[in-house]
Nanobody
Framework: QMQLVESGGGLVQPGGSLRLSCAAS????????MSWYRQAPGKERELVAS????????NYADSVKGRFTISRDDAKNTVYLQMNNLRPEDTATYYC???????????WGQGTQVTVSS
């Protein structure tokens, strides 16, 4: 069974940090590009960061550049999102997505909530 499970969300004060994890199972992780998306209440889901299947390339939304870092550990079948200097506007449900390099098949996780508030 192909599955993505996010973890690491929670409540943090402005300026704080969190590290999200997305654990993959049931498929060959190294064949997939990975991304993090987020969706705030009343807003559309938006791309936060992505990383190629080799890890050689990364891409970030302008709103998170310099604060967030995406990385992957293929030995652990896990992709991470390190979030620093968090702001209230980062509050959202964060989702992990896998896209197969060849077939473009997509798989989504169930999401993890991040709340930035004092």
């Amino acid at each position: 069974q192909m599955q993505l499970v996010e973890s690491g969300g929670g409540l943090v004060q402005p300026g704080g940090s969190l590290r999200l994890s997305c654990a993959a199972s049931g498929f060959t992780f190294s064949g997939y590009a990975m991304s993090w998306y987020r969706q705030a209440p009343g807003k559309e889901r938006e791309l936060v960061a992505s990383i190629t299947r080799t890890g050689a390339g990364t891409n970030y939304a302008d709103s998170v550049k310099g604060r967030f870092t995406i990385s992957r550990d293929d030995a652990k079948n896990t992709v991470y999102l390190q979030m620093n200097n968090l702001r209230p506007e980062d509050t959202a449900t964060y989702y992990c997505k896998a896209v197969n390099f060849w077939s473009k098949y997509e798989l989504w996780g169930q999401g993890t909530q991040v709340t930035v508030s004092s």
